[in-house]
């Protein structure tokens, strides 16, 4: 991986947290949208920003915003929060959404589901997750389980812009089961 220059920011940035850290450097992840930086703060308060998919590039915040401008086609403007250092716990969400996101792009529902089941092992009261989960589901004719995840997302969110249409679905899928009894 390293020698080849392949994979994702994410992972090289581990792999570089992880050497960093057996060296006594300190880096932190930044989960800036779309593009994966780290955060090397001084005990004198100064930031680095670095790009391990770029060779280690040295960022500045206008350099940031380039890259969001590259990514979102200037539709996104840099804000400070995206430089902010992120929890592991926040990482390996990242790493899994990563992951579900590419098995969605492929349809691959089956494969999709036990990572949606981690993430909410990692925040079990997302209500966007709990929804997403309950449509792979649905879509594996898993509708017993599906309705429970719509009723829980509902718990969740009660005021949800789609509240009137999830309950539509959840009790769609109760009568459906019903007539299968």
Do not use: W
């Not at 080849?4 to 880096?27: C, H, K």
């Not at 349809?107 to 989960?133: C, G, H, W």
């Amino acid at each position: 991986m390293l020698d080849r220059g392949l994979g994702i920011p994410i992972t090289l940035s581990i792999v570089y947290m992880e050497v960093a850290r057996r060296v006594g450097f300190s880096l932190a992840g930044v989960g800036m949208p779309g593009h994966f930086l780290l955060k090397h703060s001084s005990d004198e308060g100064s930031e680095i920003l670095i790009d391990c998919f770029n060779r280690g590039d040295i960022l500045s915040r206008q350099d940031c915003q380039s890259r969001l401008d590259e990514i979102y086609s200037g539709e996104m403007a840099l804000r400070p929060e995206f430089l902010h250092p992120i929890s592991r716990r926040q990482i390996l969400t990242r790493m899994l959404n990563n992951l579900k996101t590419v098995y969605l792009s492929t349809r691959n529902f089956r494969k999709a589901l036990p990572i949606a089941d981690l993430i909410l092992v990692i925040y079990p009261k997302s209500a966007e997750d709990v929804k997403q989960r309950a449509l792979l589901r649905y879509s594996l004719t898993l509708n017993r389980l599906a309705a429970e995840d719509l009723e829980e997302y509902l718990q969740i969110s009660p005021t949800a812009s789609d509240a009137d249409e999830v309950r539509q679905m959840s009790l769609s899928i109760r009568r459906m089961l019903a007539l299968m009894n």
